[in-house]
């Protein structure tokens, strides 16, 4: 019996469809006046973000477009044909408006894809078709990991004006409730807004639908492939003025992080569009950049203090005042060699070093030498018999022949070389401490710029973290 009532409808929708298309005209607009207008209803369901191209600045996307009119020479009495209410047919067999994408950015200018339409007794003309579009989007990568883009979508009549086809959105935005979430794109909204627009060339008025996609970038993939080994990169330009002089590797650390940070700015570089508009985090590689190569300058003069040795000049008075002696002490910076739980030790360790600092001056007599020579004078015979007794050599046999005042010459003579000795070794000791001077301003000036650095990388990370935010 089921089968006996299809076969009658289907009967009847032969008949129907006969009846219908005989005299039918799919070139005009279904009107029986010409100077109604006719209404088209949109409607415009995102299944899908397929891509975002923010080079190109075209957007890629998945749509189900579903247009609404009355064609009012296909209408029909649902009692004259069973009660049929409605069928299916190809749509290219009725007139469709000509509603295209404005913002198209495909060079396929192909026909609509020829789905069937839902034709009512009424007259009334439902088509749904799929799409995919490619429309053009005015990306803004300012603030580029966490930037927020504004897409549309504008659809309107190509030929007809406002005045012959006029069209109206059937929501307030659109149909989201088939959208498949992107892995890249958070879709916060679908607002559709009616325009009508007059053009230069035309007096009459252009309505259009204009569907803007409001999307939240989701910077999760950019943090740690991008932000995070910046962050951690860039904690190492300090640490740089941290390593010994004397290791060598302190240019070459700065200059290593500055290679790491230049190839992380040309895979930026290569995914956004050349606009005028730097990147937030490009502009925090080009921050940290700068920040290394001062660092690096900063190293290379450092290192030249720190070399200066005996031959430079010693250190200014300024230079003792506030580096050695304040500076040094903030930075909890000591002596070359020294700790600040050995310092004291060594001290104690080597008493004797006081005492050869209180030698005399190369070109003149100290104390200490004058007394032996008072003493040797008033003793002068028992240095002698023990000189008779101790040298055996020719200069003994000299000074024993010479007595009275021919012996203390060679007293003199001795006491003169030691003299001699004590001056260069004051010499010697007098640039070394010079050369140490120098170090120990170099290693301040290294703990002093280690800190400013730490300081402007810290908050460089907080600015860029609060303007994500």
């Keep these: 019996m089921l089968h006996g009532a299809e076969a009658a409808q289907g009967k009847y929708a032969q008949m129907l469809f006969n009846e219908l298309f005989e005299d039918y005209s799919n070139a005009l607009r279904p009107v029986e006046d010409t100077d109604m207008v006719l209404n088209v209803t949109l409607q415009i369901t995102l299944s899908q973000i397929k891509d975002m191209d923010e080079r190109n600045q075209i957007l890629t ?16 009495n649902k009692d004259e044909y069973d009660g049929l209410d409605s069928i299916r047919i190809p749509s290219n067999l009725v007139w469709r408006p000509d509603i295209v994408l404005y913002n198209k950015a495909d060079d396929d200018f192909s026909e609509p894809v020829n789905t069937n339409i839902v034709l009512r007794y009424d007259g009334k003309i439902t088509w749904d078709s799929p799409a995919i579009t490619k429309s053009s989007c005015v990306v803004d990568v300012s603030y580029f990991p966490f930037d ?19 069209i109206f959105n059937s929501l307030d935005s659109g149909d989201l409730s088939d959208f498949v979430e992107d892995v890249e794109w958070e879709l916060h909204g679908m607002p559709a807004v009616k325009n009508v627009i007059t053009y230069g060339c035309c ?29 951690l990169i860039s904690f190492l330009a300090p640490l740089g003025f941290y390593l010994p002089a004397d290791s060598g590797e302190k240019v070459s650390l700065g200059v290593t992080v500055l290679l790491a940070l230049t190839v992380f700015q040309l895979m930026v570089a290569e995914s956004m569009p050349p606009s005028e508009n730097v990147p937030l ?26 070399y200066c ?19 040094s002490k903030i930075f909890f910076v000591y002596d070359v060699g020294e700790s600040c739980t050995s310092s004291q030790r060594v001290k104690e360790q080597h008493p004797k070093l006081k005492q050869i600092d209180k030698c005399p001056k190369e070109q003149g007599k100290s104390e200490g030498a004058r007394r032996p020579l008072v003493k040797m004078r008033s003793n002068d015979s028992d240095l ?60 301040v000036m290294d703990r002093f710029f280690m800190w400013i650095f730490f300081i402007m990388v810290f908050f460089m990370s907080i600015s860029i973290i609060g303007k994500a935010l």
Excluded at 62 to 76: F, G, S
Excluded at 148 to 166: M, P, R
Excluded at 281 to 306: C, R
Excluded at 309 to 327: C, E, F, H, N, T
Aim: net charge positive; hydrophobic share 40%; charged share 20%.
């Design 309 to 327: 040795g005996s031959g430079a000049k010693p250190v200014p008075q300024w230079a003792r005042v506030v580096i050695l002696d304040y500076m």
């Design 61 to 76: 996307a998945y749509l189900w477009i579903r247009q609404t009119w009355y064609d009012a020479y296909l209408k029909w």
């Design 148 to 166: 927020n883009q504004q897409c549309n979508l504008t659809f309107g009549s190509w030929t007809y004006n406002g005045n012959q086809v006029d």
């Design 281 to 306: 985090i490009g502009k925090y590689y080009i921050a940290t950049m700068t920040m290394i190569t001062a660092s690096t300058a900063l190293t290379i003069i450092i290192m030249n203090i720190h």
């Design 384 to 443: 002698q018999k023990k000189m008779q007794g101790d040298m055996s050599d020719g200069y003994g046999d000299q000074c024993e022949n010479a007595r009275g005042a021919s012996s203390c010459s060679c007293y003199r003579i001795l006491i003169k070389n030691i003299e001699y000795i004590a001056g260069c070794v004051r010499h010697q000791r007098a640039n070394h401490a010079k050369g140490v001077e120098w170090k120990k301003v170099a290693k």
């Design 203 to 231: 007096s009459e008025p252009y309505p259009d639908v204009t569907f803007t996609l409001i999307l939240k970038r989701k910077s999760s993939f950019y943090i740690f492939n991008l932000l995070l080994p910046c962050l």
